[in-house]
């Protein structure tokens, strides 16, 4: 996942001192959970592979039938109900 965002310069610990123990193992939950997730979202696979990408993105293209159709795209026809 990209973001604008800063990087996050908080502490590298929690002091989780005196919270209930299942408050604690939700915390932890909370934090392995976003740490899967980070790492999974991190880079798409072909991120740093245009050619690869750009053939995978044409293999799924592809990958739909074709439709034996036209698309009038004349500005003309498009707009003709606006004067």
């Known amino acids: 996942m990209h973001s604008d965002a800063p990087p996050f ?3 590298s610990t929690l002091d989780l001192t005196g919270l209930p123990a ?3 193992r939700q ?3 909370i934090a392995q959970d976003a740490r899967a997730k980070s790492e999974q979202s991190s880079l798409s696979p072909n991120q740093n592979d245009p ?3 750009s053939a995978e993105l044409r ?3 592809n990958s739909f039938p ?3 159709i036209v698309v009038d795209t004349d500005r ?3 707009y003709s109900d606006r004067q």
């Open 9 to 11: 310069t908080g502490p």
């Open 22 to 24: 299942q408050t604690v």
């Open 27 to 29: 915390i932890l939950k």
């Open 51 to 53: 050619e690869r990408w």
């Open 59 to 61: 293999a799924w293209i």
């Open 66 to 68: 074709a439709r034996d």
């Open 76 to 78: 003309e026809s498009i």
